[in-house]
């Protein structure tokens, strides 16, 4: 049962234009900070919300991208749906993680993907890469995204809810096509029902992110390739690969859909191929110095 408090604090976030997801994860971090006092939340005095800060941090020890996700829900409920601004949420700052996120090389990727026993998982997993798509962005694709014409795949309300479009590789658009006729669905690319040759499906969703993550980490174990890699993997995969075929990185940035270009600028320090350009161009320039 939902409380009128749980309510008022999903339609406030309805109304600020979060995702479902992250809806999800800011009632859930409510609702844990409610458990661990055993009251409703509103009745929660801030130095109570100061000492769960300090049990995360200093007893928990959680992530500094779990405690930010915490932060973020219980801020968000206590400033907007109960309107107290208290100092506390000034204070609590997650330390910044520098981490470089885990690359596979096309081979990898390839070895993964023939690894990969499910056709529609497998047909999803490969558009994912091919296009550098999110996890959600490929499971919901649907039939209209594909343009033809112009080589394009259409993402619609990626995160932040916005709109971009991707290049179509030629050997994709015929994969796609091919399975497509395996289901015929007019609405989603990749339905979640039970498919049935040679007639339409009209699946009432589309394939879910679960199902495609239990088919990668399946795969990864079968390929026998040593990487924490992910679904998401695959994208950082795209975007590396890119960069060490000569694309730009202003580029790179749109077909990702990232709004800074210092958030793409991270896939610089990722290829061994991007730094001994730079090191030849280096030479290059000291070089002529004295030419």
């Not at 049962?1 to 800011?26: A, C, H, W």
């Not at 939340?41 to 779990?66: C, G, H, M, W």
Request: positive net charge; contains cysteine.
């Amino acid at each position: 049962m939902v409380t009128p408090l749980r309510q008022k604090l999903i339609e406030d976030l309805q109304l600020r234009g979060f995702s479902n997801g992250t809806q999800k994860l800011y009632v859930s971090a409510v609702r844990k900070l409610a458990e661990y006092y055993r009251k409703p939340p509103d009745q929660i005095s801030e130095d109570e919300l100061r000492a769960y800060f300090l049990y995360l941090k200093n007893i928990k020890k959680v992530s500094p991208s779990t405690l930010a996700i915490e932060l973020s829900g219980i801020k968000f409920f206590f400033q907007y749906t109960l309107q107290r601004q208290w100092v506390t949420f000034e204070l609590v700052r997650p330390t910044r993680e520098k981490k470089l996120p885990v690359v596979l090389s096309v081979d990898e990727v390839r070895s993964i993907l023939a690894c990969i026993h499910s056709v529609r998982s497998k047909v999803c997993l490969s558009t994912i890469y091919a296009c550098g798509l999110r996890l959600q962005e490929g499971a919901h694709l649907q039939v209209g995204d594909i343009d033809s014409q112009r080589m394009l795949v259409h993402i619609h309300r990626g995160k932040g809810s916005k709109d971009r479009c991707v290049p179509l590789p030629e050997n994709l658009l015929s994969l796609l096509r091919r399975y497509w006729n395996t289901h015929r669905d007019p609405l989603w690319l990749f339905p979640s029902s039970n498919l049935v040759a040679g007639s339409p499906v009209n699946a009432m969703s589309p394939i879910t992110g679960r199902s495609l993550e239990r088919a990668f980490v399946g795969a990864l174990n079968e390929s026998g390739i040593q990487k924490p890699a992910t679904v998401h993997t695959l994208r950082h995969s795209y975007a590396t690969h890119l960069l060490e075929a000569g694309i730009n990185l202003r580029v790179i940035q749109v077909y990702l859909g990232h709004t800074s270009l210092s958030t793409t600028s991270i896939y610089t320090h990722l290829t061994p191929q991007v730094e001994e350009s730079a090191v030849q161009a280096i030479n290059s320039v000291v070089t002529s110095l004295w030419s």
